[in-house]
């Protein structure tokens, strides 16, 4: 892989997008001509007590991409997060951020980007607008441009009124909101956000995301990890999935939907109260039963008990639906409840990870983030 040219500030992109693929300067591009903000290639980090938090990720995000990177807690999404912010050295693999070398350049990688982590790094004694100026100091921003674009943030993340309270008056959302902003005093190309809506209510959580929503608009690049199916969906182009510190899935919400395998026919059955045979079928078991043995669904398709029926996945659940219907009728069973819905990502990442575990050479890693970054770890140095 050879060396990048360096990263550019967003407000170029429009100028550059048309030359990249043109002007054989040797800079990578994707696959719809854009240069690439973020680029690996086997990337891995071994712990010293030989965990390998991330294994063989090979990641490609063009500039103004929001990208996700999914995964359940220690899968090593914040592992990798700070590799790329250079807050960790890899132990093999090659990294490149805004054009620059992680392993020769992390000082201009950390100059060009922004960093939210999942713990709030705001000074609660200090005022919102305190908070930014301090920032700013920290980022180098020049001291003519700073009052303007305080107020710029202060507006975006909707702090304005209350930009001289002290922070620590603040609910955790404009806390959340009053971080970001100050991840962005220098207009970074790229930011990454580790989690950012963790914890946060619902409302405060849709008042992040028309945020970030907003400055990828304005053409910076986000990548985001996050444990919320639905934040992903709802936010980025393109997803990753990892699992036990490897990427499994790569690709839109609608394609990792399609991997699913059809849309998803969910029936809930009444329980059978009125028999005391304890070795008798429960009314699950019954329905499942009944499904498998119709034929009406092909040899893909997946039927499952759920919390109060069974849950079928198959390219006919919309088209046979009513026919199963009819077969638990026959079968004795009274159906309470049926819905026939497109595949969640909720959905994509189960059956994703369920293969993947029950693969027979597939090694079980057991990567804590939390232990994990307690560990003895090559520091790549200070940073958000």
């Given at each position: 892989m050879s060396r990048r040219t360096n990263g550019?500030?967003?407000?170029?992109?429009?100028?550059?997008?048309?030359?990249?693929?043109?002007?054989?300067?040797?800079?990578?591009?994707?696959?719809?001509?854009?240069?690439?903000?973020?680029?690996?290639?086997?990337?891995?980090?071994?712990?010293?007590?030989?965990?390998?938090?991330?294994?063989?990720?090979?990641?490609?995000?063009?500039?103004?991409?929001?990208?996700?990177?999914l995964g359940a807690n220690g899968a090593g999404k914040t592992t990798a997060i700070k590799v790329l912010a250079t807050l960790l050295k890899p132990t093999n693999g090659e990294v490149f951020v805004n054009g620059f070398d992680a392993e020769?350049?992390?000082?201009?990688?950390?100059?060009?980007?922004?960093?939210?982590?999942?713990?709030?790094?705001?000074?609660?004694?200090?005022?919102?607008?305190?908070n930014l100026q301090f920032a700013c100091a920290a980022y180098g921003v020049p001291r003519s441009e700073r009052s303007e674009r305080i107020e710029d943030l202060l507006d975006l993340v909707d702090l304005a009124a209350v930009a001289d309270q002290r922070s620590e008056s603040f609910s955790g959302g404009m806390q959340k909101r009053l971080d970001a902003a100050t991840a962005l005093v220098h207009r970074p190309p790229l930011v990454f956000l580790d989690?950012?809506?963790?914890?946060?209510?619902?409302?405060a959580r849709n008042r992040l995301w028309e945020y970030f929503?907003?400055?990828?608009?304005?053409?910076?690049?986000?990548?985001?990890?996050?444990q919320y199916l639905e934040e992903a969906d709802q936010l980025?182009?393109?997803?990753?999935?990892?699992?036990?510190?490897?990427?499994?899935?790569?690709?839109?919400?609608?394609?990792?939907?399609?991997?699913?395998?059809?849309?998803?026919?969910?029936?809930?059955?009444?329980?059978?109260?009125?028999s005391g045979d304890a070795t008798e079928e429960d009314p699950q078991e019954r329905a499942a039963a009944i499904a498998r043995d119709s034929d009406l669904f092909?040899?893909?398709?997946?039927?499952?008990?759920?919390?109060?029926?069974?849950?079928?996945?198959?390219?006919?659940?919309?088209?046979?639906?009513?026919?199963?219907?009819?077969?638990?009728?026959?079968?004795?069973?009274?159906?309470?409840?049926?819905?026939?819905?497109?595949?969640?990502?909720?959905?994509?990442?189960?059956?994703?990870?369920d293969r993947e575990e029950r693969e027979p050479d597939k090694e079980s890693n057991s990567d804590d983030e939390e232990v994990g970054e307690t560990r003895m770890a090559t520091d790549g140095g200070t940073g958000r």
């Open positions: 550019h500030h967003p407000e170029e992109a429009a100028d550059r997008e048309g030359a990249d693929t043109a002007n054989g300067a040797g800079e990578t591009v994707g696959d719809a001509g854009k240069a690439l903000s973020i680029e690996t290639d086997g990337l891995q980090l071994i712990y010293s007590d030989g965990t390998e938090a991330v294994r063989d990720v090979s990641l490609s995000v063009p500039e103004g991409e929001f990208f996700g990177f020769s350049e992390p000082r201009e990688i950390r100059e060009s980007i922004g960093y939210m982590a999942q713990e709030i790094g705001i000074d609660e004694e200090l005022t919102a607008r305190e989690e950012p809506t963790t914890g946060l209510d619902p409302k929503r907003e400055i990828n608009e304005e053409g910076t690049t986000i990548f985001l990890t996050t980025c182009e393109r997803i990753s999935v990892i699992l036990d510190g490897e990427i499994v899935a790569t690709g839109s919400p609608t394609e990792l939907k399609r991997r699913v395998g059809g849309e998803i026919l969910d029936i809930d059955v009444e329980a059978d109260s009125e092909e040899s893909e398709a997946t039927i499952e008990k759920s919390k109060n029926g069974i849950s079928v996945t198959s390219q006919r659940a919309r088209s046979r639906g009513t026919d199963l219907l009819v077969a638990l009728r026959d079968g004795g069973l009274t159906v309470t409840g049926f819905n026939v819905r497109a595949p969640t990502l909720d959905d994509v990442f189960l059956a994703i990870t």
